[in-house]
Structure formats: structure tokens, C-alpha cells
């Protein structure tokens, strides 16, 4: 479950939070697999707290792996707003 703390803003250029995800984000879901195989934990049943996650590049890959709940936690406003629209993009 997502929840919105954010309006739907269009302030701050994200070109640069889009294309940095872009380039390293392939490499996210092999990480996560790798964690996942080292602890025992059913992903389904779990809630992941993310803490300084920027654009939730980590909750992400863990929900491509079956993660069904997780919460992001940032201090950069617009980290958490392009994050939210992508995982509102997502869940369209």
C-alpha cells in the first residue's frame, strides 16, 4: 500500500532523478535477490522502512521480487515526489 503525502506538484526539474535511475536501476533487482537469499523472510508478509531511500530505487527492486508493503523515508522533498509519481505510474 502506498500512501500519498504529496500533491500532485510539477515543481523541480526530476531530469536528472529520471536519468540517474535509468542508469543504475538494472543493477537493483540482482542486489535485492541477493539479500533476500541471505535472510529468511517471506517478502509477501513483510514491510521494508527504507530510510534516506532518495527515489525508492531499493523498495522498488524488493517489490519486483515480491515485496508487498514498504514504506520510503527522505529528507529531499523532490526525491519523494519523483518517486511517488513513478510508483503511482506503476500501479495505474
Known sequence: ???NNFEDSTEGSTEHLL???EAIFP???VLAESVI?????DLSR???LDIGGGTGLWLE???SVGLSSGTLVDCE???????WKRWKKMSA
Open 1 to 3: 500500500m502506498i500512501q
Open 19 to 21: 536519468a540517474a535511475d
Open 27 to 29: 543493477i537493483f533487482p
Open 37 to 41: 537469499s541471505r535472510i529468511s523472510c
Open 46 to 48: 513483510a514491510t521494508i
Open 61 to 63: 527492486a524488493f517489490r
Open 77 to 83: 522533498y523532490e526525491s519523494l515526489l519523483f518517486a
